[in-house]
């Protein structure tokens, strides 16, 4: 990068006034060149090594990629062995949930039958009582068929 007091010396006059004399005038890009050549002359062994570092990394990157290749493989090769161990153990599970489940609907249905069957005996001497009445109230002349609170001369 070129610096402010190098920028103005462009504008500086290469001589002094008057007569001219004979001389060379400066030639700051040699001088700049010559100047930097050592430093970056250095610089080439630190090419040479970066070139080496990034090529051992390329090495060592792909031999932790290979290596991570080979455990995918062993975790998918294991997973696979342990699948139907799995799913028979997940079965079973589900089994057992289902089993009590089934146990738990069966107990609500015998509670269920047992209400229908203790409303039964309460209402069903109620309901005999009753058919029996009506049965009893029929008349023969009346006619098969005919219930008593049917009207007369009606089909059903």
């Known amino acids: 990068m070129v610096r402010f007091r190098d920028f103005l010396a462009r504008f500086r006059p290469t001589g002094t006034p008057g007569a001219p004399t ?3 005038p400066a030639d700051r890009a040699a001088e700049l060149a010559a100047e930097l050549e050592k430093p970056l002359g250095g610089l080439t062994g630190t090419q ?9 990394g390329a090495q060592e ?45 069966s107990a609500a ?25 009506l049965a009893l109230e029929l008349e023969p002349s009346e006619g098969p068929g005919r219930h008593p609170w049917q009207q007369a001369g009606s089909a059903e």
């Open 48 to 56: 040479v090594e970066a070139e080496a570092v990034r090529a051992e």
């Open 22 to 24: 004979v001389g060379v």
């Open 109 to 133: 249905g015998e509670q269920a039958v047992s209400l229908v069957r203790a409303r039964t005996g309460e209402r069903m001497p109620a309901l005999v009582e009753r058919a029996v009445a």
């Open 61 to 105: 990157a792909e031999r932790v990629r290979q290596e991570a290749a080979r455990n995918a493989a062993r975790i998918v090769e294991l997973a696979h062995a342990r699948a139907p161990k799995v799913r028979a153990e997940a079965a079973a599970a589900a089994g057992n949930a289902a089993k009590v489940r089934a146990a738990e609907l």
